[in-house]
């Protein structure tokens, strides 16, 4: 055999036994946790304050931890890609959110909206998102920012959600997405608020629509803003 041939297929083998090495040591160190994929992200403290949340009323971020309750449900219906933290900040100013509003953020990726939201207007607000990933990552984005008191966070299909109870919902989803959820958005409270960014609804005329540019990314996005009662473009040309 070349000399060449024998070191690639040793280098090979080594990998391969690291690899597995790796892989068994995984497994020895049981189910996942809050903390896997996240290094060092559960210090004791967190560890206690959660346990202290769970005592004060706020039991479902807290369920979700301990139980280990996240798991795959299926692909994503678009991917993760944050909204810069500037645009979130039009976005609610946009809604007029109140402390006594209660937000959701439909497909919550790190969960920026939802603590923002909390941080800035001190209202209570649910992130959702299907990616369990993406569910750990907000979790972690709500115990960095000690908001655990006013923020969930929750692995749900946002198609099956129930939102009759929100004041204002953010969206970062497609057009289609967006007009999909119609038949949901349609059941919620008049006067309620809805604000996408970059994509709007078909069918459905906006009370504003305007683009902003990022200081962060110094790209344009499109915020579009809706109140309930829901208007359809065919009523309101007339
Ligand atoms: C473009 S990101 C927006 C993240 C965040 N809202 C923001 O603006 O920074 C869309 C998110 O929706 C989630 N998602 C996609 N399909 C979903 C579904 N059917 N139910 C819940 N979440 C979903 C993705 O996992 C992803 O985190």
Known sequence: MHVSNVITSRVRALALLLLSGMLLHSCASGPATLADG?????????MKDRKELAIRGNTRNVALVEKQELREIR????????????VVDRMLKLAKVKKD???????????????TAAKEYGCKSVGFDIDPQ??????????????GHLVQIEQ?????LDLSEA?????Y????????????????????????????MRGIKPDTAFTVI??????????????TPLRKEEESDE
């Open 38 to 46: 996240v290094p060092d992200a559960v210090p004791p403290k967190a």
């Open 75 to 86: 692909t994503p219906d678009v991917i993760f890609v944050p909204t810069p933290y500037d």
């Open 101 to 115: 509003d209660l937000l959701y953020d439909l497909g919550c990726g790190d969960g920026r909206i939802v603590v």
């Open 134 to 147: 993406r569910v750990r990552e907000s979790l972690e984005n709500v115990e960095r920012n000690n908001v």
């Open 156 to 160: 749900q299909d946002i198609f099956t």
């Open 167 to 171: 004041d204002v919902i953010t969206l």
């Open 173 to 200: 989803l497609l057009r289609s997405l967006n007009t999909k959820l119609i038949p949901q958005l349609e059941k919620l409270k008049p006067g309620s608020r809805i604000v996408s960014h970059d994509y709007d």
């Open 214 to 227: 990022s200081n962060e990314d110094e790209y344009e996005h499109d915020i579009f803003f809706w109140t």
